[in-house]
């Protein structure tokens, strides 16, 4: 299952520069969706409203640019994507998605990396997206600097996001993400069916403020009367997670963990391996991602597979509909799967 969710001023021209697509629209009173549906002759598009535009476009001595026709005629770079990580699964899986279908509508893609969620950072990163050369621009928000430059960016800047699940509450883009929630849930569930009295939890940074992997893990304890544990927080970074996991193995008590994602698995399982604490024996294992590795690890690692490149399939598309007027494409998306390996077991005694 699948979900979409429906500041600080753009760069200002100098008085030598071109006017943009946005200059067009002010001049006409229309959004500039209309103004692109008028540069890509849509049929949607009343005449008169289409006689207004053109006499602007003439007046104004107006010249698309190739980024913003590139979205209805697929002849050059036209989609930016913002991104804090490039080298994490989730992060690097959907950039490739937006590559792929990018590629097939002959469309390039450009990155712009986000260094940290510091003002002075975001700002540099929505100035530089904010700029009508840009075209339609893709935000990957799972994290804080992601949803920074989200909430910062111009009204009138063409954007869609990838979220953790649920979105992000407090801006109206158009958001798109996989349902974690009911994959987390399952993950527990599947857990205590093995008879483990409960499930502790390794979390991953979750900027929604509900945390969707959260969410789904305490819920399914919540309904099974199991014990509900504090959660454990980690960072993005592997030894963040492997510290977390240290104090985990030094509890007898900690049969099953259930980890915000398989990096974070990796280092809970050196942990636990440096306790003498045998995974699935002594502790089972769950992770979250299913990311290529995972089934040639020792133990194979069972886990959540997130379709992150058919995430970033749907982004592309629904930031070319909107940049080009036409109405939002529906979204189906595979649901995340768990995919039950080696790492998990019933516990000692059961």
Known sequence: MTGRSSGMPARKRGRESAPSIRDVAAAAGVSYQTVSRVLNDSPNVNPD????????????????????????????????????????????????????????KG??????????????????????????????????????????????????VPAVAATEAGGLTDTPRSMIYLDERQAAADATKYLLSLGHRTVHHVAIPSETGTSARQAGWRDTLERAGAPVPEVVPAGWDVR??????????????????????DDTAMAVRRALHEAGRDVPGDVSIVGFDDVPGAAYWTPALTTVRMDFVALGHACLAAIVAEVTGLPQPAVELAPPSLVVRESTAPPRGR
């Open 49 to 104: 409203t289409r006689r207004v535009v053109l006499g602007v476009i003439e007046r104004l001595g107006y010249r698309p640019n190739r980024a913003a026709r590139a979205l209805g005629s697929g002849r050059s770079s036209a989609v930016t994507v913002v991104i804090a990580n490039t080298t994490l699964y989730g992060y690097a899986s959907t950039l490739q998605g937006i590559e792929e279908a990018a590629r097939l």
């Open 107 to 156: 469309l390039a893609v450009g990155v712009r990396v986000v260094e940290s969620d510091r003002p002075v950072d975001v700002r540099h990163a929505v100035e530089y997206v904010s700029d009508p050369n840009a075209g339609g621009i893709v935000v990957i928000a799972f994290d804080a600097a992601g949803a920074g430059v989200l909430r910062a960016l111009p009204a009138d």
């Open 240 to 261: 963040s997670a492997y510290l977390a996991g240290r104090g985990l193995a030094a509890d007898p008590d900690v049969t099953a963990i259930l980890c915000g994602n």
